[in-house]
């Protein structure tokens, strides 16, 4: 599986963005998906992650209830709609796909190679 993530940009506080992340190769609906961050000097930080089917989805406490995971199975993509951003969201955005769920970089098999987000205050 192949990821390209993009949509990533310069946004105000408080404003919105919307990630993209699109999957080549096959059988992206047997993958969980993830999105990951890193902001400079620190480590891959999880930030949310959805099952197969799209039923289930885990946010970090950072970004819960401003940040929405979806997936399109049908066009093989992964979706992070992000609102009411603040300056701690700007970083280096990730999308990942593991075989199972989980909130674990390291157990991630496949990786985009990132968007940047930059939210000013």
């Known amino acids: 599986v192949q990821l390209q993530a993009s949509g990533g940009g310069l946004v105000q506080a408080g404003g919105s963005l919307r990630l993209s992340c699109a999957a080549s190769g096959r059988s992206f609906s047997s993958y969980a998906m993830g999105w990951f961050r890193q902001a400079p000097g620190t480590e891959r930080e999880f930030v949310a992650r959805i099952n197969w089917g799209g039923g289930s989805t885990y946010y970090a406490d950072s970004v819960k209830g401003r940040f929405t995971i979806s997936r399109d199975n049908a066009k093989n993509a992964v979706y992070l709609q992000m609102n009411s951003l603040k300056p701690e969201d700007t970083a280096v955005y990730y999308c990942?796909?593991?075989?199972?769920?989980?909130?674990?970089?390291?157990?991630?098999?496949?990786w985009g190679q990132g968007t940047q987000v930059t939210v000013s205050s």
């Open positions: 990942a796909a593991a075989l199972f769920m989980t909130t674990t970089a390291s157990h991630y098999t496949y």
